[in-house]
């Protein structure tokens, strides 16, 4: 390549339904928010960023139920009653169904969906806030048990440490989800208004 050549100008051909563009009659219009405060704007501009938050949050407790499943082993003596109330899965799925539907709201706006987004919030909150009770319940019924009537070779104390570990991460989870939910069906309440 001669270096005469490098610096040259090449002009590329185009189609002629690429070179003219075409012009549409299209009025634009535009709404301002000038009522919102502050937490409303906040929130409306993170909605893809909360509904991610509950959807990883549905997914680390649904993972800790799976956990708990492992429970049903010897030498322990019963499930856990956390496990029982089936809390780690239908909490996670009000978790993600309410986290997919605030992403689908960031996504496309309409009437419909932000009444759904609420209901779905709201019942997660609700959701959240009878997992926090039925945790505080499952603790105190099964702090006994958590080693069940193991002997002595098993190591208790890693087993207890690890299951009561558990059992307050799915807490502080829960604690989040339901500051999450109340926040957006209040948010959403007050702009209703």
């Known amino acids: 390549m001669d270096p005469k050549d490098a610096h040259s100008p090449v002009f590329l051909v185009f189609p002629p339904e690429i070179n003219i563009p075409e012009y549409q009659s299209k009025v634009l219009t535009a709404t301002t928010f000038a009522s919102q405060n502050l937490l409303q704007k906040l929130l409306t501009t993170k909605l893809k960023i909360l509904g991610a938050t509950q959807i990883l949050i549905g997914i680390i407790n649904f993972s800790f139920g799976i956990i708990f499943l492992f429970t049903s082993v010897p030498p322990y003596p019963r499930f856990p009653f ?5 809390y780690p899965f239908w909490g996670s799925a009000l978790f993600i169904m ?4 605030l992403i689908a709201l960031k996504r496309k706006t309409t009437e419909s969906l932000i009444k759904v987004s609420r209901v779905m919030n709201f019942l997660s909150a609700m959701g959240a806030t009878a997992g926090i009770i039925l945790l505080i319940f499952g603790f105190l019924l099964d702090r006994n048990y958590i080693c069940g009537y193991s002997p002595e070779g098993i190591r208790c104390r890693e087993i207890t440490a690890l ?5 307050i991460l799915l807490m502080i989870l829960s604690i989040i989800e339901l500051l999450i939910s109340l926040s957006f069906s209040i948010c959403g309440c007050q702009s209703e208004d």
Request: proline share 0%; net charge neutral.
């Open 82 to 86: 956390i496990l029982i109330s089936a």
């Open 98 to 101: 309410s986290g997919a539907f």
């Open 163 to 167: 299951l009561i570990g558990i059992f």
